[in-house]
C-alpha cells in the first residue's frame, strides 16, 4: 500500500476529506517548489500534485499556462525535479505526486519514469490525456510497483466509461468539475454532486474533485459528497507573485490561505 493509500484510508476511517493543493515545479524555481513542499505538510493536507511544466498544454487555463511557462523559460528540467524532491525527502511527511503529459512519461521511458519518480520520493502520478483504451500496459507498470496512476473522469464522459477508468486508476479518481479548463470559479455545475455521488457507489477508489475549487463554500459545498478537493490555480495564482515580492511574504500568504481551506475541509461531516 502506497503513502497515499494509507492517507485515504486513514482519512476514511476517521470520517475525514482531503485537501490537495497543485503547484507547478520550478515556478518560480525549485528552491521554492521545495519549500512549499515542506509548508503543505506541516499545515496538514492531505497530498500535494507537482505539475511537470511543458510547452502545450491543453486543459490548463491561463494561470497554469503562465506557470508552466515561468518554470520553462528558467530552465526547468524533469531530473531536477527528481533531485530536488530526493533532498527534502526527511523534510516533507506527505504524499507527493506528479502530474505529468503522457508523452513525458513516453518519452523517458514507462518503466524508468516510476523507478525515478520512487526513487525521488513521488508515491504516483497523474496523467491527464492518458486514454483509458491505452493504460494497460502503464496501469499494470505502477500497480506491480505499488505506484498509483491517477486519471480523469470529466461531466462529459459516460458513465460506462467512467467506471472502465476507475479499473484502471489507484491512489484516487480526478474528477474534473466542468468543462473546459482549468481556473478559480465563482459558481460550479449544480449536477456536479449527483455525479460525483454516483461515481463513489461505483468503486471503491477515492474519487476526489479538481477544476475551479478555490472559496471555503467550495469545500463546504462539494466536501460532504467527495472524498477530497483538489485546489489549484488559486494557489498558482499567489506563487506569481514570487518574482515581484519577498518570498517569505509570499509563503506566508499561501500559508494561510491553505490553512482557511483546511479549515473548511476539515468542518464538513
Not at 525549485?30 to 496538514?44: H, P, S
Not at 524508468?112 to 490525456?129: H, K
Amino acid at each position: 500500500m502506497s503513502l497515499l493509500d494509507e492517507t485515504f484510508a486513514k482519512l476514511r476511517s476517521e470520517g475525514r476529506k482531503a485537501l490537495l493543493p497543485f503547484i507547478t515545479a520550478g515556478d518560480p524555481d525549485l528552491d521554492f517548489t521545495g519549500d512549499l513542499l515542506k509548508d503543505f505538510g506541516k499545515a496538514g493536507v492531505a497530498a500535494c500534485e507537482v505539475g511537470v511544466p511543458y510547452s502545450d498544454p491543453v486543459a490548463d487555463g491561463p494561470v497554469i499556462q503562465a506557470s508552466y511557462q515561468r518554470a520553462l523559460e528558467s530552465g526547468f528540467r524533469l531530473q531536477q525535479l527528481f533531485e530536488m524532491r530526493k533532498r527534502v525527502a526527511a523534510e516533507v511527511t506527505i504524499p507527493t505526486l506528479t502530474m505529468a503529459s503522457y508523452a513525458i512519461i513516453y518519452r523517458v521511458g514507462l518503466e524508468r519514469y516510476i523507478e525515478q519518480s520512487q526513487e525521488a520520493g513521488f508515491c504516483g502520478v497523474i496523467v491527464p490525456d492518458l486514454l483509458v483504451e491505452e493504460a494497460a500496459e502503464f496501469s499494470k507498470l505502477c500497480a506491480d510497483r505499488d505506484f498509483n496512476l491517477i486519471q480523469l473522469v470529466t461531466p462529459t464522459t459516460p458513465r460506462e466509461r467512467q467506471v472502465r477508468i476507475a479499473e484502471s486508476s489507484s491512489g484516487f479518481l480526478y474528477f474534473v468539475s466542468v468543462t473546459g479548463i482549468t481556473g478559480e470559479r465563482n459558481e460550479l455545475p449544480p449536477q456536479l454532486i449527483d455525479n460525483v455521488g454516483w461515481l463513489r457507489e461505483q468503486t471503491d477508489v477515492p474519487v476526489c474533485i479538481g477544476f475551479g475549487i478555490s472559496q471555503p463554500e467550495h469545500v463546504a459545498k462539494l466536501g460532504p459528497v467527495a472524498d477530497g478537493l483538489i485546489v489549484g490555480s488559486a494557489i498558482v495564482r499567489r506563487i506569481a507573485q514570487a518574482n515581484a515580492e519577498n518570498r517569505g511574504e509570499v509563503r506566508g500568504e499561501i500559508d494561510r490561505y491553505v490553512r482557511e481551506m483546511l479549515a473548511a475541509i476539515n468542518a464538513v461531516k
